[in-house]
């Protein structure tokens, strides 16, 4: 079953508060500006203003459920972000390790992953641009990809593959 609120009963409280605000507008606008002729039934105007407090206390109750829910889902999704962040950085630190990359190699292997060039490399690291030339050659030499597009999309490839699976309850059909 699902965790969801129908939609019915939302709609059938929403319609009852709907109702009973219309009631005490018609009700104090009616007889401030004399549109009403006579006064209502006294059984009439109690009977409006117990369903319009039954139908304002249920409204609270709604909300609160709602809010709850909601503020329940956002932790869960916080959490798969989390899951999916830390991941990423453990599935990055194996790759690294399997390469037998060198810590400055792993740091200009990120940076290049983010998009940075050689020469930003190198002023983030306080480097030449052609050391990092030469840094980015040996990661090509080690990881066996012929350049930083390989290199990039490999990596963009996996982030998606360890979000795929952290995020879905259910594989995915590959099928074409």
Known sequence: MSKTLSRWPLVIVLSVQLAS???????LWGEVLGLRSRPLPFVVGELAQVAASVALLTGIIVTVIFMRRSQAVINRLDQQI?????????????????????????EITI??????????????????????????NAIYRKTGFA?????????????????????????????A
């Open 21 to 27: 605000a219309g009631f005490f507008l018609f009700d």
């Open 82 to 106: 989390g899951a999916v962040s830390g991941n990423f950085d453990a599935q990055l630190n194996r790759l690294f390790n399997d390469w037998r990359l060198s810590q400055s190699e792993a």
């Open 111 to 136: 940076y290049a992953i983010k998009g940075f060039s050689n020469a930003e490399i190198g002023d983030l690291r306080g480097t030449s641009a052609t050391t990092v030339k030469s840094q980015m």
């Open 147 to 175: 350049n930083r597009q390989q290199l990039i999309a490999f990596m963009v490839e996996e982030l998606l593959h360890g979000a795929g699976s952290a995020l879905r309850e259910e594989p995915m059909d590959t099928a």
